[in-house]
């Protein structure tokens, strides 16, 4: 992995912004105003590794393009480096974003994986999920309350285990589980980013394969003792045919794991930050609870909580009238696309009531559409409902700190004070 680090390292040296965005630790705190800088340089820039966009319109029609997909094989000492794929004890241990994963093929078998599960995500089943998603926020926050100290860690206390517990439940594992899962989902989220650097790399691995161990064990459980769960319903998909490999299947039943909670944490934990920082919208919020819909959606617009997406160009073609050569890879900025000025007026500026919020591209579009989104809307708007019901003096309480991954954009710690100091 020292050969793409390399590069990218010198590239950014001299200055490149397209290689800065993936390796300077100024952009991981801040990226706004380099991705708009990139917007100011063009519609797609060549960053020498990559073209990259932080434009709505590319990045919207790369993503429904079906001249671009995903499925690329890589040889397998560059997939290693990527963090793409973990060779360990002579077999692939499949993390949630390699080949198999939906995330990873195009069709048709994403499209044979989309439609196993899709209905589990229907907005339907979704609904179905609401009144036990207010009951675990309620848990969570007595929970909270009942600390000694008036303090708590928003994210360790709430915004990580309020999705974590909704996904081990459809998934139909153990809740004691969800806490395990946390902090294997922290370790195979390294993973995502580019130029990882060799301790990161191994606990990656580390945490990809225990992932990995826990889930052939639990289909083992589903099968003796099946239960109305996607999991049970997939394993008995792969138990009655040709459905599914056993590769096909852990890597589904690892990516709605992973996908169900290490996203939905950021849009929690930065939803709230958000409205801490900004007292007159929680005001707007507090006095026309109709627009927590919208509000959900602003959030997801402005701390997007994936940063970027990419694509490969599968034949020769052209975006926005731009060409584009077969097997280019085109790297999509989210978050800057969610913040460009042709689409939202003043896009820097928070504000609930923003008519176009729901213009925004937090869930991607096209065929990998998430998935999740539902549930990831409901999730958000439930857990900070019932957050601010609860505490509506809620403040900040000492520094937070970010995450340190790059595709994924959140805080890794959140402290605060539930009640403000009369
Ligand atoms: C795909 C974002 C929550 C499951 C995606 C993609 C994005 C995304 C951007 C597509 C990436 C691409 O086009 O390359 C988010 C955000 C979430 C969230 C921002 C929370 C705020 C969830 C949840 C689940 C989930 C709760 C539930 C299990 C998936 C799956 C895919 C996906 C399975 C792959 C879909 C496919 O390839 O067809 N998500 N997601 N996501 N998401 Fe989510």
Known sequence: HGIIRRVVGKRAQEGDLGARLMVDPDVLAEPFPHYDALRAQGRLVDS???????????????????????GMRMPENLAGVMGLAVKAGG?????????????????????????????????????????RTEEIATDLLDGMAAKPGDTADLIEDYASLLPATVIAEMLGAPVEMSRQFLEWGAGAALSLD???????????????EALNSWMLGHF???????????????????????????????????????????????????????????PDQLAVLQAE?????????????VESPVQRTGRIAHRDTEVCGIPVAAGTVVVLLI???NRDPEVFTDPHRFDVTRAEAGENIAFSSGIHYCLGAALARMEGEVALRALFDRFPDLAPAGPAHRRPTRVLRGYEALPVTLTRAS
């Open 194 to 208: 580019a130029g990882l650097s060799y301790p990161d790399f191994k606990r990656s691995e580390l945490d990809l």
């Open 48 to 70: 020498g590794i990559a073209l990259a966009s932080a434009h709505h319109d590319v990045a919207t029609a790369v993503l429904r393009s079906q001249d671009f997909g995903v």
């Open 335 to 337: 978050g800057g696309a």
């Open 220 to 278: 083992e459980t589903l099968r003796r003792n099946p239960g109305d769960n996607i999991l049970s319903a997939l394993v008995t998909a792969y138990d009655q045919g040709d459905r599914l490999t056993e590769d096909e299947l852990i890597s589904i039943a690892m990516l709605l794991l992973a996908a169900g909670f290490e996203t939905t944490v950021n849009l929690i934990g930065s939803g709230a930050a958000l409205l801490m920082e900004h």
């Open 91 to 131: 077999r692939w241990t499949l993390g949630p974003v390699q080949p198999p994963s939906m995330l990873a093929v195009d069709p048709p078998d994403h499209t044979r994986y989309r439609k196993l599960v899709t209905r589990a995500f229907s907005a339907r089943a979704v609904a179905a999920l609401r009144t």
């Open 289 to 301: 609870p109709d627009r927590w819909g919208n509000a959900v959606e602003e959030m997801l617009r």
